[in-house]
């Protein structure tokens, strides 16, 4: 008999487990003071280029913390930039992007991204997957609409205003970025999958702006298709202020449904339906009280989580860059514990 799955994609199939499995968004990142060290003097972009600085960034929180999958050290606008796409990610503001995209030629400029463009991550996520051993890498990738919100609005944005002016006003532009946007990604996710990440993670961090009815003729068509094409590894989709958006963001392809901290777990099952799991959804501000506040809540999100078919322990968004890492270290043992069977 095949030794068994790793919790982690146990809990993302929905079938039983020996403790709920937990990781954390950000667990990678600047709450850590090694990840700090390691980054001084070195912009963003280029370690997202730097095979052994992915892999050391990945395995920092998996040293510290007892989780049951690490995310593969990137971000969303990494496939961008390897397409050409002249951007930077700036310290304390994010992904600002030289020239928004905003018209049919700058559209048509963009091309596919093939596993060549980004031979760093193709050669990171092997040797990620020769150190972890047991612990299953997660890769990701930013949706459509969210990368679209970067490329449109040239940088971080509040309303996605620009974004939802083009998207109603011009469809057919709309069309055409997004369709490109959804080759990207999946070329994004195919190389992590075919180097070796076990589950992937779609990120549609701001599609919590449109309404389920423009959900689901702008955005859902396109997540679809690049859940269509993740078919052979568990496919989990996020969101932030997606409570109305839950069963749709399910129904596009998901496997599993993160929810963020504003809708209770047992709440979300609801709103999602059988035949999924989901992932969250602890609010990471929670994380900056004392810890007597921290362990009734995360029972809490325990307790409701039960009510779903499968559940992932995670925070309702990314670690908080000022977070104590003992927070996170003993969350994760307090998961194990309590939810031991
Ligand atoms: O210099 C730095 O340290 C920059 C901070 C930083 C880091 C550590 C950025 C800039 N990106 C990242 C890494 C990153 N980004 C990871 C890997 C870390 C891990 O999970 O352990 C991941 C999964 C992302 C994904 C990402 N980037 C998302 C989706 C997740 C989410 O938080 O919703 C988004 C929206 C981005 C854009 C982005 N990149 C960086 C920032 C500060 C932002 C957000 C800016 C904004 O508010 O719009």
């Known amino acids: 008999m095949p030794a068994?799955?790793?919790v982690f994609l146990r809990a993302c199939r929905r079938e039983p487990v020996s403790h709920t499995?937990?990781?954390?968004m950000r667990?990678?990142?600047r709450s850590l003071p090694e990840y700090l060290r390691v980054r001084e003097g070195i912009p963003m972009l280029e370690s997202c280029a730097n095979p052994d600085l992915i892999i050391e960034i990945t395995l920092q929180p998996v040293r510290r913390y007892a989780i049951d999958a690490a995310i593969f050290f990137s971000d969303i606008v990494v496939p961008l930039k390897a397409i050409g796409i002249d951007l930077d990610i700036k310290p304390g503001v994010g992904p600002v992007?030289?020239?928004p995209i905003r018209d049919k030629d700058a559209v048509s400029r963009l091309r596919p991204l093939a596993s060549d463009d980004v031979p760093y991550v193709t050669e990171a996520v092997k040797g990620l997957v020769a150190e972890l051993g047991d612990?299953?890498?997660?890769?990701?990738a930013g949706a459509p609409f969210t990368l679209a919100s970067y490329l449109i609005e040239g940088g971080p944005s509040k309303n996605h205003d620009r974004t939802k002016a083009l998207m109603y006003g011009e469809p057919d532009i709309w069309q055409s970025l997004m369709s490109a946007l959804t080759e990207i990604t999946i070329g994004f996710l195919r190389t992590q999958v075919a180097a070796g990440a076990r589950a992937v993670q779609l990120f549609d961090s701001w599609v919590g702006a449109v309404a389920p009815e423009d959900y689901t003729r702008y955005v859902m068509p396109y997540s679809e298709q690049i859940f269509a094409a993740m078919a052979d590894v568990p496919r989990i989709h996020f969101g932030v202020g997606t409570g109305e958006l839950l069963g749709l963001m399910g129904e596009a392809g998901a496997d599993v449904v993160g929810v963020d901290w504003r809708v209770p777990l047992d709440d979300a099952a609801r709103r999602v339906g059988p035949g999924k799991a989901l992932q969250g959804n602890l609010d990471p501000s929670i994380l900056l009280a004392p810890w007597e506040v921290v362990e009734p809540r995360a029972r809490q999100v325990l307790a409701q989580g039960r009510v779903a078919e499968g559940h992932i322990f995670n925070l309702g968004h990314g670690v908080l860059p000022n977070t104590n890492p003992d927070q996170l270290a003993r969350l994760a043992d307090l998961v194990h514990e309590v939810s031991a069977r």
Do not use: K, M, S, T
Not at 21 to 24: I, M, S, T
């Open 27 to 29: 667990q990678a990142g």
């Open 135 to 140: 612990i299953p890498l997660i890769g990701f």
């Open 97 to 99: 992007i030289a020239d």
């Open 21 to 24: 499995p937990v990781w954390f």
């Open 4 to 6: 068994e799955d790793p």
